[in-house]
């Protein structure tokens, strides 16, 4: 079956498809994978934050680590409340401590490098050991988890969001095992950030931050 279109229908529907095309934009694959990453949150730059927000931030924040450990021993969530920080009850509560001591031991036996410190201590107090992670494996995401100014909201996925804590951890170790050559005997006075879901059980392991 055929239909006729006379002159003038065919006019209309020539003008309609030329007026369609004309909205059209052809975009290179750049172009379009930009368009489509438009309102996407990939998250702040792991170094930037570190050096300009983190490590002062840590500085600043870090209260004498036996006053922390002590009042963590009487209540863990009194403590987390008045020393610590913890984004939501999914995460555990984050100390930014000052480990101020001398080291005591070295411990290289696994990647997960370690020196004990003993905090220097008021006449008569109990001494207390304080382990700070060397590298070069750091366990834990204390350091993008303590910072207030880094939210799960800012990145688009969980992925991104570990992607994010494992960079941050990287470049601890490289600062750590660039410029904090700890040997025994040496006094030490560190930021560090204690990750905890309750009070200490065994060893209070810290991963240091800023340092004098």
Known sequence: MFYRINSARAMQLTTAVTLALAGCHVVTDTELAAIRSQGQHHGPDAAQVLNTQ?????????????????????????????????????????????????????????????????????????????????????????????????????????????????EINKLVVTRVQSSLNLKVGDQVDVAAVYSSWSEPAGEIRAIPVAWK
């Open 54 to 166: 983190l490590l002062p931030y840590a500085d600043k924040n870090a209260k004498p680590a036996a006053q922390v450990v002590g009042a963590l021993t009487q209540n863990f969530d009194t403590a987390c409340k008045e020393y610590g920080f913890r984004q939501s009850t999914a995460f555990p509560c984050n100390f930014w401590i000052r480990v101020q001591g001398k080291v005591t031991r070295i411990d290289t036996s696994s990647r997960v490098g370690k020196a004990y410190v003993e905090l220097t201590q008021a006449a008569g107090g109990e001494p207390v050991d304080i382990v700070l992670q060397m590298g070069p494996v750091i366990v834990g995401t204390g350091v993008r988890d303590g910072f207030p100014g880094i939210k799960y909201s800012d990145f688009d996925d969980q992925t991104r969001f570990a992607a994010f804590g494992q």
